[in-house]
């Protein structure tokens, strides 16, 4: 499905509502438990649609990002570029993988990613680093199994109507 013109369409559908997710409202002792919805759902399309997807889609959503959310111009789009190139590189060897392979993959990529993002943030000011924020990178892997499955199903559901 993600070669025709819908599929494409159903890609960006689901890379907005990634993106209203990420950028929703929560209280402040809740954030740390949410997560990376934008980082798992590009991972999810890089994977599944290598070719259609990539680094420019990593880009594009991160500028958005930044704009939504006020960080400094740039930061979230070099996070979600490398995720996107990450991708690209354990491509070959992740489709081989079973389903907790995977989420173990997805706890890495996620995983860097959350750390250079931590990185950034303590250049850009006073912020301390603690273990806490690996917690959407492992809420991220234990999601991973249930959103691939449903996304599996859904897109057979809509292949055959």
């Known amino acids: 499905m ?11 559908f689901t890379l907005l509502m990634a993106l209203c997710l990420q950028v929703m409202p929560m209280a402040d002792g809740w954030q740390i438990w949410r997560p990376d919805w934008l980082g798992l759902m590009l991972i999810y399309w890089c994977m599944k649609a290598p070719y259609r997807v990539g ?3 990593g880009f594009v959503l991160g500028i958005l990002l ?4 006020g960080a400094p111009l740039g930061q979230n789009a070099l996070t979600l ?3 996107a190139f990450l991708c690209a590189l354990v491509y070959p ?5 079973s389903l907790v392979q995977q989420a173990v993959l997805i706890f890495v ?22 273990l806490s924020f ?3 990178s492992l809420i991220g892997a234990l999601l991973w199994p249930w959103l691939t499955t449903l996304f599996e199903a859904l897109g057979r559901r809509l292949a055959r109507d």
């Not at 993600?2 to 960006?12: A, D, R, V, Y």
């Not at 930044?66 to 959310?69: A, F």
């Not at 060897?93 to 993988?97: C, M, Q, S, T, V």
């Not at 990529?109 to 000011?125: K, S």
């Open 81 to 83: 570029s490398l995720l």
């Open 2 to 12: 993600p070669s025709s013109p819908t599929g494409m369409l159903w890609i960006w």
């Open 66 to 69: 930044d704009l939504l959310e």
């Open 134 to 136: 690996l917690l959407p």
């Open 55 to 57: 680094v420019l889609h």
């Open 93 to 97: 060897r992740f489709r081989a993988y």
């Open 109 to 130: 990529l996620l995983g860097i990613v959350q750390l250079i993002e931590q990185w950034l943030r303590t250049l850009f000011g006073p912020f301390s680093i603690h």
